[in-house]
């Protein structure tokens, strides 16, 4: 069965670093009870305004802490608007980006 | 009044001041000798205590008692506990009773205090105008006569803006023991009551939560680094407050909630300061207008860069005009592993966007950031450096134009490179 994460379930607003660190928690959490070949959908539906700093504290933290391939064959991102998505896309590009190093 | 716990007032007091008098860095060096000893100051005084009020003395205070709390110096772990205690005294964490804040410090030392007065003639200086340099000249001017100061602050202006009084609570806090605010117009004085204004800079009194007071401005409050949960809501309540009294839609709700957002979360991540920031904000309906100023006391923005691990940025920041510059540079930060560097960004291209007005100010110099467009033509965004007198922190202040555009999603597609990779919608 999939694990679907909605984010926006307990807050719309999503604006501090520390609303960042508690959500990727959350995630971490989650995707440590993945079994293998599962995959953790992040549902970004209803999500009202997001700010760099929640993005990258979240997500960007989150994928740099699974590396760039883990978390490209366990993560998907669905349900966000077109602001959102500009947001996380950058986000995750910087955190993944060429000469980062995968996580041991 | 309470009692710190395990000792009088006045033997704190005289245990603060024996320190306090070698300075900083020697200061803490004979507490760490005398409590690492397990031979606590005084048997009467609580070292928490004492370590809290050196803390709150200056930043340079804290700053060595956190090098002392690292684990590299071989402390005993008592001492490490105890200075943690200490700072989290200080930031009111856990013990709001005896929360010895730095005016409370200064206002129960028995040093002598020297007497001033600041006229403000010229609401202009208050504004985001140039004058505004001349009122951190004065303020600086101020700050070189013997402190703590009893001040007095007359208003002989027909109205104010909350940049200049965001900023004079801030220095009022680091700098006065005492304040009394005499308002000539009627309208001044009411401003002063209404915005809380008089309440947090005459009384001493911390307001926490914004409030709005049914004229379109939103109280001074307070955003202490202890109080995260309410600092973290400052943002969002202040929009939400604005939005219930004046015409604002959602398309303009969110980016200024992440705008302001942007703003507070900065004071936390870099201002470096136990002395707490200052917001403000007022709307003007008629000229569609929305002010918002956010001023700390903290290391400023030279010094975040100068501190930053990373060489490479290190080497960029050599003056303060650049590290404000680099400040607002798409994905430049200080802290290169931690942050993404996009905040004050996307905060300066809405605001050049929306055609209004961001000015950053930090030790001796002001830059300020706005966007043009008359009615033939977009002029694009311009800026302009202009130095002031040495400023202890920073001040951001925002001017919105509320009947004009934020375009967020092409501010955040400004973060993107065009190669970068959809990781929405992977099967």
């Known amino acids: ?104 | 009044m309470t009692s710190p716990p395990g000792g009088s007032e006045s033997e704190v007091r005289r245990q603060v001041a024996e320190y306090a008098e070698l300075g900083p860095r020697r200061g803490v060096a004979r507490l760490v000798r005398d409590l690492g000893s397990n031979r606590p100051p005084d048997a009467s005084g609580h070292p928490s205590i004492i370590l809290a009020a050196l803390a709150t003395i200056s930043d340079a205070w804290a700053t060595e008692l956190r090098k002392r709390s690292c684990g590299t110096h071989k402390c005993p772990k008592c001492l490490q506990r105890l200075i943690e205690r200490a700072l989290a005294e200080v930031r009111g964490a856990n013990t709001p009773g005896a929360k010895l804040s730095q005016r409370n410090i200064y206002r129960r030392a028995r040093q002598p205090k020297s007497e001033g007065q600041l006229v403000i003639a010229n609401a202009d200086e208050l504004g985001l105008f140039e004058e505004h340099s001349d009122f951190i000249r004065r303020l600086h001017e101020l700050s070189q006569q013997r402190l703590p100061m009893e001040l007095e602050v007359r208003f002989t202006c027909e109205h104010v803006y909350v940049h200049g009084l965001a900023l004079l609570a801030a220095w009022c806090e680091r700098n006065a023991a005492r304040v009394s605010l005499v308002a000539e117009h009627d309208r001044v004085a009411q401003y002063l009551e209404a915005t809380g204004f008089r309440d947090v800079v005459e009384k001493c009194q911390t307001i926490r939560e914004p409030r709005y007071d049914g004229e379109h401005h939103v109280a001074l409050t307070c955003v202490e680094r202890s109080a995260r949960d309410a600092a973290d809501a400052v943002a969002k309540r202040i929009v939400e407050l604005f939005a219930g009294h004046i015409d604002l839609d959602q398309e303009a709700r969110d980016p200024l909630k992440i705008s302001f957002a942007e703003l507070v979360e900065n004071v936390y991540r870099h201002a470096e300061s136990n002395s707490p920031a200052y917001v403000m904000a007022q709307a003007y309906p008629a000229t569609q207008k929305l002010h918002v100023a956010i001023v700390d006391t903290g290391i400023g923005v030279y010094n975040s860069f100068r501190n930053s691990e990373d060489a490479a940025i290190r080497a960029r920041a050599r003056t303060e005009l650049q590290a404000i510059r680099m400040a607002v540079e798409k994905r430049v930060t200080s802290k290169t592993e931690l942050h993404s560097g996009y905040g004050l960004f996307v905060v300066r291209r809405l605001v050049e966007e929306n055609c209004g007005t961001m000015l950053v100010m930090s030790g001796r110099t002001t830059l300020k950031f706005w966007g043009h467009r008359d009615w033939r033509e977009r002029i694009g965004p311009q800026d302009r450096a202009e130095p002031n007198r040495a400023w202890k922190g920073t001040e951001v202040s925002l001017m919105f134009q509320l009947d004009r555009p934020l375009p967020l999603l092409q501010v955040y597609g400004e973060l993107s490179r065009p190669e970068e990779e959809d990781f929405f919608g992977r099967p």
């Open chain 1, 1 to 104: 069965m999939p694990q679907v994460f909605r984010v926006a379930e307990r807050e719309a607003d999503l604006l501090t670093r520390g609303q960042g660190e508690l959500v990727r928690a959350q995630l971490v959490e989650l995707h440590e009870t993945l079994a293998p070949g599962e995959r953790l959908t992040i549902d970004f539906a209803g999500v009202s305004a997001m700010t760099p700093s929640f993005a990258d504290e979240c997500f960007g933290k989150l994928a740099e802490r699974l590396g760039a391939n883990v978390f490209r064959s366990s993560v998907r991102l669905v349900g966000a608007d077109e602001v959102v998505r500009v947001l996380v896309n950058s986000v995750l590009a910087r955190r993944l980006g060429a000469g980062r190093k995968e996580p041991a």
